[in-house]
T-cell receptor, first 114, second 111 residues
């Protein structure tokens, strides 16, 4: 059973618009949550990691929230650029140590058009 | 800077063929992982290792072998490749879950 669900599956926005990506999960325990950006056929680039029960992070035009009570995270991208076109992947870690497992969502495909 | 290097980056083989994917990390990490990524699925764990000579089975191990020869090197072996193993493969290393570094991926096509 999929333990990390992302929505929407795909999203098209115009350059300059803002967008919000959602991640819901059932992983227990939930030690931390990370958002990755993946360009088509390329590797994963970490955008941010959230750790606290109710956490917020900001990294340039990317900001994210985590609510462990709701098992829900959002990734906000402001003033989108054409280079933001990519797949955004939500990953939940069930431990802090490397012995734990990482649980991957299938990703949200974001397409930014001129 | 953390580094995980995969080779080859692209590989095409025939059904029944023998393939070895290589991964080298220079992060002095104990843990290394092999994942596959397919459309509609998140990354799925094939095998992992917590040190030279150690091998642990992941979630989708069927059809794959792996070997960790040194702390730096982790290999994924497909001895009788099948079309269902056509995928994008990622190697990763870590010592803590909050610090995981991924390679750039190997695209394998089995025809």
């Amino acid at each position: 059973k999929t333990q990390v669900e992302q929505s929407p599956q795909s999203l098209v926005v115009r350059q300059g618009e803002n967008c919000v990506l959602q991640c819901n999960y059932s992983v227990t325990p939930d030690n931390h949550l990370r958002w990755f950006k993946q360009d088509t056929g390329k590797g994963l680039v970490s955008l941010t990691v959230l750790v606290d029960q109710k956490d917020k992070t900001s990294n340039g035009r990317y900001s994210a929230t985590l609510d462990k009570d709701a098992k829900h995270s959002t990734l906000h991208i402001t003033a989108t650029l054409l280079d933001d076109t990519a797949t955004y992947i939500c990953v939940v870690g069930d431990r802090g140590s490397a012995l734990g497992r990482l649980h991957f969502g299938a990703g949200t495909q974001l397409i930014v058009i001129p | 800077e953390a580094a995980v290097t995969q080779s080859p980056r692209n590989k095409v083989t025939v059904t029944g063929g023998n393939v070895t994917l290589s991964c080298r990390q220079t992060n002095s990490h104990n843990y290394m992982y092999w994942y596959r990524q397919d459309t509609g699925h998140g990354l799925r764990l094939i095998h992992y290792s917590y040190g030279a000579g150690n091998l642990q089975i992941g979630d989708v191990p069927d059809g794959y072998k792996a070997t960790r020869t040194t702390q730096e090197d982790f290999f994924l072996l497909l001895e009788l490749a099948s079309p269902s193993q056509t995928s994008l493969y990622f190697c990763a290393s870590s010592d803590r879950q909050t610090e995981v570094f991924f390679g750039k991926g190997t695209r394998l096509t089995v025809v």
